[in-house]
């Protein structure tokens, strides 16, 4: 079974500049979840999707941080414009289904770098 | 709200001694998972374990070891006669019921370093 595919895997911009992460989770997998995590800090969840629709996005700083899961398969995630603030790994995870325990699997995540 | 500490921000040991992992969570639901994951320098999350609240029952995999205490709302790890691969930051995490959804949240990790 192919993993959580994420790219790119390393991206540095200049602050104010915008940035998009792609995620591609495990195929069939209704839950995708994008994860903030800033050096030194455990993963902090930034929007969950339950097929094409979000579930949870009350840690999304909605002012400049904007996510799409189109077709409830693959997701993006897009920053604009960023801040210096915004460095972090960022990670995707999917899970069969959103209620009860069904597992997660994360990907190798993002690690942007805002200069 | 549910809560994950992890008091312990980083640990250095020498290859084989044992190490304990503490974990403390909050949470307002009944029924809830915790977890155990390792992040080794390549940064990727490695499950190592998941549990049950209706399951207090300790587990033992080879060097690793899980003591889960409802009582006192600890999950705590433990690893015999560590050795140098060990060396990672660990997270431990919780994923509520009823009231949290689906979300896992994470404690700040523990960096564990195992000397030779």
């Known amino acids: 079974e192919a993993g959580v595919a994420q790219s790119p895997r390393y991206k540095i911009i200049e602050k104010r500049q915008s940035v998009a992460f792609w995620c591609n989770p495990i195929s069939g997998h209704a839950t995708l979840y994008w994860y903030q995590q800033i050096l030194g800090q455990g993963p902090k969840l930034l929007i969950q999707f339950q097929n094409n629709g979000v579930v949870d996005d009350s840690q999304l700083p909605k002012d400049r941080f904007s996510a799409e899961r189109l077709k409830g398969v693959d997701s993006t995630l897009k920053i604009q414009p960023a801040k210096l603030e915004d460095s972090a790994v960022y990670l995707c995870a999917s899970s069969p289904r959103g209620r009860g325990y069904y597992g997660y699997t994360f990907g190798s995540g993002t690690r942007l770098t805002v200069v | 709200a549910q809560k994950v500490t992890q008091a312990q921000t980083e640990i250095s040991v020498v290859e084989k001694e044992d190490v304990t992992l503490d974990c403390v969570y909050e949470?307002?639901?009944?029924?809830?998972?915790l977890f155990w994951y390792k992040q080794p320098p390549s940064g990727e999350l490695v499950f190592l374990i998941r549990r049950n609240s209706f399951d207090e029952q300790n587990e033992i995999s080879g060097r690793y070891s899980w003591n889960f205490q409802k009582s006192t709302s600890s999950f705590n790890f433990t690893i015999t006669a560590s050795q140098v691969v060990d060396s990672a930051v660990y997270f431990c995490?919780?994923?509520?019921?009823?009231?949290?959804?689906?979300?896992?949240?994470f404690g700040e990790g523990t960096q564990l370093t195992v000397n030779p």
């Open positions: 995490a919780l994923k509520g019921g009823e009231t949290s959804g689906s979300r896992l949240t």
């Open positions: 949470t307002r639901d009944t029924t809830y998972y």
